[in-house]
């Protein structure tokens, strides 16, 4: 195989500097017309490319930015098929009863789009790790290799220890996406998720008279969860309800860990009059288990979720749920960094995207007056 050119190549058959060579490719208004044909002619004779990685460590930068996220459950699903052998098509019969759910991170995927559109409008290229069944040693290695390779980092909070991403922002500029700042200096976006769940949660108690919700809980450590469990819990309070009284289940944001929830309350007999969700997928799973063994959703049970997914909008029933600007988030993210970049001693950024609460059949089906509060109107649906 022949050997690429190389700068030297070009310095010699132009019969210049490497510097000059340099100047042309970086800089060709700095260097005299008649140079800058001899240098260019030589560049085209011997194919030459000039090399990203060398430019980007002449200049300390990579024109590279990073996207760290705890990860996705598909990972640990993996298999070691064989893709070099040979491998016919299989037909078989896929009937309803026995399809999947996987439970898919589809937030994720919104928020990597987003990063992924907004970096190539700002001229980056996006690196993505993921942090899924790692010790937190071995993600500090991870976003430190990482922080080696890109000019700045997307971080999913949680994702590392803050010690960790201190020490990685001492290197790159470092933005945590999701959860309230915590007195660290590190730039923040993130959504209303306390008001988002409040506005939801004030409208089950006022419009359809639900005293008693059950709250379907995310992951302990997620600091989205915690900001929706706060405003659930504010909203009860503001209506004379103790929040604490009532239970909290655990679906650790899956779909399948749903699924399961809902199976066992459908078996004890145990299903509330509603069930506030703290993303999509968890509610789609209980809209799963419930239509299997014939719970009607609203009449029987109002379901409810957060995130706006587009498989919310094409459930049946379609969910209500609150809607986050997760492309937006994703966007938000990466200007945050390249802003950044280009004002590195500016204040911290914290920067707090709105939501809307999407009213849908999972809750918005009939009532009786009895369940009606006093004066209330019937919501629309």
Same mark, same amino acid.
């Given at each position: 195989?022949?050997?690429?050119?190389?700068?030297?190549?070009?310095?010699?058959?132009?019969?210049?500097?490497?510097?000059?060579?340099?100047?042309?490719?970086?800089?060709?208004?700095?260097?005299?017309?008649?140079?800058?044909?001899?240098?260019?002619?030589?560049?085209?004779?011997?194919?030459?490319?000039?090399?990203?990685?060398?430019?980007?460590?002449?200049?300390?930068?990579?024109?590279?930015?990073? +996207?760290?996220?705890?990860?996705?459950?598909?990972?640990?699903?993996?298999?070691?098929?064989?893709?070099?052998?040979?491998?016919?098509?299989?037909?078989? !019969?896929?009937?309803?009863? !026995?399809?999947?759910? $996987?439970?898919?991170?589809?937030?994720?995927?919104?928020?990597?789009?987003?990063?992924?559109?907004?970096?190539?409008?700002?001229?980056?290229?996006?690196?993505?790790?993921?942090?899924?069944?790692?010790?937190?040693?071995?993600?500090?290695?991870?976003?430190?290799?990482? !922080?080696?390779?890109?000019?700045?980092?997307?971080?999913?909070?949680?994702?590392?220890?803050?010690?960790?991403?201190?020490?990685?922002?001492?290197?790159?500029?470092?933005?945590?996406?999701?959860?309230?700042?915590?007195?660290?200096?590190?730039?923040?976006?993130?959504?209303?998720?306390?008001?988002?769940?409040?506005?939801?949660?004030?409208?089950?108690?006022?419009?359809?008279?639900?005293?008693?919700?059950?709250?379907?809980?995310? $992951?302990?450590?997620?600091?989205?969860?915690?900001?929706?469990?706060?405003?659930?819990?504010?909203? +009860?309070?503001?209506?004379?309800?103790?929040?604490?009284?009532?239970?909290? +289940?655990?679906?650790?944001?899956?779909?399948?860990?749903?699924?399961?929830?809902?199976?066992?309350?459908?078996?004890?007999?145990?299903?509330?009059?509603?069930?506030?969700?703290?993303?999509?997928?968890?509610?789609?799973?209980?809209?799963?288990?419930?239509?299997?063994?014939?719970?009607?959703?609203?009449?029987?049970?109002?379901?409810?979720?957060?995130?706006? +997914?587009?498989?919310?909008?094409?459930?049946?029933?379609?969910?209500?749920?609150?809607?986050?600007?997760?492309?937006?988030?994703?966007?938000?993210?990466?200007?945050?960094?390249?802003?950044?970049? !280009?004002?590195?001693?500016?204040?911290?950024?914290?920067?707090?995207?709105?939501?809307?609460?999407?009213?849908?059949?999972?809750?918005?089906?009939?009532?009786?007056?009895?369940?009606?509060?006093?004066?209330?109107?019937?919501?629309?649906?």
């Amino acid at each position: 195989m022949a050997k690429n050119p190389t700068v030297y190549d070009v310095a010699e058959l132009a019969g210049v500097s490497i510097a000059t060579v340099s100047r042309v490719l970086r800089r060709p208004d700095d260097v005299r017309a008649s140079t800058r044909e001899v240098v260019m002619d030589a560049v085209r004779e011997l194919g030459y490319v000039p090399s990203a990685n060398a430019r980007g460590l002449a200049a300390r930068k990579t024109g590279v930015l990073g +996207l760290f996220l705890p990860g996705f459950d598909a990972v640990e699903e993996l298999d070691d098929a064989d893709f070099t052998a040979p491998h016919r098509v299989e037909v078989r !019969a896929d009937p309803p009863a !026995a399809a999947e759910h $996987p439970s898919a991170h589809l937030y994720f995927d919104e928020v990597l789009r987003g990063c992924e559109l907004e970096a190539w409008r700002q001229g980056f290229s996006l690196m993505v790790g993921v942090g899924r069944g790692r010790s937190p040693e071995e993600v500090e290695a991870v976003i430190s290799d990482m !922080a080696g390779r890109v000019d700045g980092m997307a971080v999913l909070a949680q994702s590392a220890h803050d010690d960790a991403l201190k020490r990685v922002s001492n290197r790159v500029p470092v933005v945590l996406l999701a959860g309230p700042r915590r007195g660290d200096d590190f730039d923040h976006v993130s959504v209303s998720n306390r008001e988002g769940m409040r506005a939801l949660t004030e409208h089950l108690v006022d419009a359809h008279g639900v005293r008693d919700p059950v709250y379907l809980a995310g $992951p302990f450590d997620s600091p989205d969860d915690a900001e929706r469990y706060n405003g659930f819990a504010e909203a +009860l309070e503001g209506r004379g309800i103790n929040p604490t009284a009532l239970p909290v +289940l655990h679906g650790e944001f899956s779909r399948q860990r749903a699924r399961a929830v809902a199976a066992d309350l459908a078996q004890r007999g145990a299903v509330p009059r509603a069930i506030v969700c703290a993303n999509d997928q968890m509610a789609l799973g209980i809209l799963d288990v419930f239509a299997e063994v014939g719970i009607r959703v609203p009449d029987d049970v109002i379901v409810t979720g957060f995130d706006g +997914l587009d498989a919310a909008a094409e459930s049946t029933p379609r969910l209500t749920t609150v809607n986050q600007p997760m492309v937006h988030l994703g966007r938000a993210a990466v200007q945050a960094m390249v802003s950044r970049l !280009a004002n590195p001693d500016q204040e911290p950024i914290a920067l707090r995207l709105p939501v809307k609460v999407l009213l849908r059949e999972s809750c918005e089906g009939p009532l009786s007056p009895a369940a009606r509060p006093r004066g209330a109107r019937p919501a629309s649906t």
